[in-house]
T-cell receptor
Framework: DTGVSQDPRHKITKRGQNVTFRCDPI?????LYWYRQTLGQGPEFLTY????????KSRLLSDRFSAERPKGSFSTLEIQRTEQGDSAMYLC???????????FGNGTRLTVT | AQSVTQPDIHITVSEGASLELRCNYS??????LFWYVQSPGQGLQLLLK??????LVQGIKGFEAEFKRSQSSFNLRKPSVHWSDAAEYFC???????????FGTGTRLQVFP
């Protein structure tokens, strides 16, 4: 069990640029989640995959955000035309089956200047 | 809708003192509940979980939590706090078929020597 891995750890970008983050879940976990966490707040749910299928998306996920999990293994989260309000920590988590705890990665901290 | 309230934004205790962090939830069905801890710039680590059965659950690092259905609470406790326990603590409820977590806003714990 190597844990959930996220890349990069930090990303600084200028407003209007596109960014993409990657998440590698624990290998046998078929459930994958993306969360966003802003300063002083708890993580907020963005989207959920079961294998390669995206089964739930939050209203927080505007049309500038897209997530994929093409082969049911790693996942990517892309933000197009970034805005300063997108500055946050983006957390990925995975789990093996229903009603089992989520395992979180260390997150990608995005700063939009 | 499901929600989690952590009434205390910031708590300061002396090393060796006892600790209780409060958590109240709102959920229509039988909840399953979690406490996570987050150190600065890091992801979330699971401290303990409640799914069913014994309402007093033990976790890692000497933490425990008690589920009280009548009070819709799941408070976290530790009898003697160590300086290394200083961190942000999040209570969460598992929701829906996707098992996504709904988090509270967190309690920041500061420990004085």
């Amino acid at each position: 069990d190597t844990g959930v891995s996220q890349d990069p750890r930090h990303k600084i970008t200028k407003r209007g640029q596109n960014v993409t983050f990657r998440c590698d879940p624990i290998s046998e976990h078929n459930r994958l989640y993306w969360y966003r966490q802003t300063l002083g707040q708890g993580p907020e749910f963005l989207t959920y995959f079961q294998n390669e299928a995206q089964l739930e998306k939050s209203r927080l996920l505007s049309d500038r955000f897209s997530a994929e999990r093409p082969k049911g293994s790693f996942s990517t989260l892309e933000i197009q035309r970034t805005e300063q309000g997108d500055s946050a920590m983006y957390l990925c988590a995975s789990s093996a089956s229903p009603r089992t705890p989520l395992h979180f990665g260390n997150g990608t901290r995005l700063t939009v200047t | 809708a499901q929600s989690v309230t952590q009434p205390d934004i910031h708590i300061t205790v002396s090393e060796g003192a006892s600790l209780e962090l409060r958590c109240n939830y709102s959920y229509g069905a039988t909840p399953y509940l979690f406490w996570y801890v987050q150190s600065p710039g890091q992801g979330l680590q699971l401290l303990l979980k409640y799914f069913s059965g014994d309402t007093l659950v033990q976790g890692i690092k000497g933490f425990e939590a008690e589920f009280k259905r009548s009070q819709s609470s799941f408070n976290l406790r530790k009898p003697s706090v160590h300086w290394s326990d200083a961190a942000e603590y999040f209570c969460a409820v598992g929701a829906g078929n996707t098992d996504k977590l709904i988090f509270g806003t967190g309690t920041r714990l500061q420990v004085f020597p």
